[in-house]
């Protein structure tokens, strides 16, 4: 059974500083990962798709990084700001169809 | 969140009613995903539909819940008799195709008082 661990489960920091969201997955075996942005009492927003042949995908200011052997994504989010306070959501999809989700790292930009 | 139409965005109901929570996924998928979101816990996989068929219901409590996506009209996720343990945010996503991203609805949001 695929299990998703993020951390840190939550991140405050000043405007302006880089951002570094770590996400760890128990079974390599996946078929793609994608990092989702969820606000307060809203749906997810999808920022990233990672193939498991790819080893990162860019967009903008986000960077998202995959090892599949080590089991583990990294998403960057460079020079932040107040707008990208959020939860941000990695999930899994093991080629099951179904997505393994994290319980999400909580990033407060002060401004 | 390209065109995943949930509602309703938030539903009270009372003990032992009834609720039934609509997903219309984007125009053209026809894969569609149930989540449930605990206060303060990740999101689970309840059930997988495609048109007229459920696909895998394995996350999916074995009593009180049913899902259906038939042929014409919305998805529906049917709870019978809630409980205030019941009380969370249902999201529904759907795919095109395998292997692409998925698009998520904005969710309904079920209180159970």
């Known amino acids: 059974k695929q299990e998703v661990t993020q951390i840190p489960a939550a991140l405050s920091v000043p405007e302006g500083e880089n951002l570094v969201l770590n996400c760890s997955f128990t079974?390599?075996?996946?078929?793609?990962l994608q990092w989702f942005r969820q606000d307060p009492g809203k749906g997810l927003t999808s920022l990233l798709l990672?193939?498991?042949?790819?080893r990162e995908q860019t967009s903008g200011r986000l960077n998202a990084s995959l090892d599949k052997s080590s089991g583990r994504s990294t998403l960057y989010i460079a020079a932040s700001q107040p707008g990208d306070s959020a939860t941000y959501l990695c999930?899994?999809?093991?080629?099951?169809?179904?997505?393994?989700f994290g319980a999400g790292t909580t990033v407060t930009v002060r401004a | 969140n390209a065109g995943v139409m949930q509602n309703p965005r938030h539903l009270v109901r009372r003990r032992g009613q009834e609720a039934r929570l609509r997903c219309s996924p984007v125009?053209?998928?026809?894969?569609v995903y149930w989540y449930r979101q605990l206060p303060e816990e990740g999101l689970k996989f309840m059930v997988y539909?495609?048109?007229?068929?459920?696909?895998?219901e394995s996350g999916m409590p074995k009593e009180r819940f049913s899902a259906e996506f038939p042929k014409e009209g919305p998805s529906i996720l049917r709870i019978q008799q809630v409980v205030r343990g019941d009380s969370a945010a249902y999201f529904c996503?759907?795919?095109?195709?395998?292997?692409?991203?998925?698009?998520f609805g904005q969710g309904t949001r079920l209180t159970v008082v």
């Open positions: 999930a899994v999809d093991n080629n099951d169809y179904k997505l393994s």
């Open positions: 079974d390599s075996a996946i078929y793609n």
């Open positions: 990672i193939q498991s042949s790819q």
């Open positions: 125009k053209g998928h026809s894969h």
């Open positions: 539909l495609q048109k007229e068929n459920i696909i895998d």
């Open positions: 996503a759907s795919y095109g195709n395998m292997n692409t991203e998925a698009f």
